[in-house]
């Protein structure tokens, strides 16, 4: 199963970014083959708008199931459920370690936006 992690960084000690549209960068983690795969997001990075959208689309297109990040928008957050793609917020300085309480079932599934848009 891959989970997405916002992020700026590259690897596992990357901080992971509060923001999900609007983030750097999307690290995908491969649970099954422990697999890292980066995904730039500078395009939306400073897009006036559509920037949770369409990061939603990238991700769908990844084949991840999971998203961890500390917040999700409205837009985005519907798009990701109608891809059948759980979101997860989670407040842990890095990947890895957002990564292990993801594993560890410390994390809730997200029902909903927890931000408004353009956050």
């Known amino acids: 199963m891959k989970i997405v992690f916002s992020t700026s960084g590259n690897d596992l000690n990357a901080p992971l970014d509060s923001r999900f549209g609007r983030a750097a960068k999307f690290l995908i983690y491969d649970l099954d083959e422990k697999k890292i795969e980066i995904i730039d997001n500078q395009q939306n990075l400073n897009a006036a708008q559509g920037a949770g959208i369409q990061s ?38 890095t990947v890895a370690d957002a990564l292990e309480q993801f594993k560890a079932g410390k994390l809730k599934e997200a029902v909903g936006a927890d931000v408004q848009g353009h956050w």
Not at 58 to 73: D, E, F, Q, W, Y
């Open 56 to 93: 939603a689309e990238t991700i769908a297109r990844s084949g991840a199931k999971v998203l961890v990040s500390g917040h999700c928008g409205p837009n985005a957050f519907r798009v990701l459920a109608a891809a059948g793609i759980k979101v997860y917020s989670c407040d842990a300085a």
